[in-house]
C-alpha cells in the first residue's frame, strides 16, 4: 500500500508537540504514533508530555493494543515495534491486559537528598 506511513521518516517533533500543547488538553497530553503492520503486529513511536520523544512506553502500548482490537485492526495478542525493542500486548477476554517484555537499565544516576523538588532541606534536625 503506497499510502502507508513510514514512522522512522514521521516529524514526530513537529506532530508531537502540536498535540500534546493543543487546547482541548489543558494537562496536556501523551501520543502514540501507530502503524498496523499487520493482525499481529503494529510499530509505535512515543510522545511523552512535557519530555519529548521516549524509547518505549508500557500504558501507551497497551492503550494502542486495545484501540487497534476495537477498530478491528489486529487480533488480541500483538508485538509492538518500539524504538526501545519490542513488546508483547495480550487484550484477554476477561478484560485483561498483559504486557510482557524485557526490563532494561536505561539510566544510572545520583541525587542529593537535598536536591529534591528544587528546594534545600534542613538536614541537620
Known sequence: DDNRIDLDAFDIEEMGREIECNPVFPRRANVEFV??????????????RGVGETLACG?????SVVACVLNELTERKVRVRLRGGD?????????HVFLTGPATSA???WIGISQVDGKTLNTTS
Do not use: Q
Open 59 to 63: 500504558t501507551g502500548s497497551c492503550a
Open 87 to 95: 513488546l508483547t500486548v495480550e487484550w484477554a477476554r476477561d478484560n
Open 35 to 48: 502503524r498496523v503492520a499487520n493482525r499481529g503486529e503494529i510499530e509505535m513511536r512515543v510522545w511523552e
Open 107 to 109: 539510566f544510572n544516576g
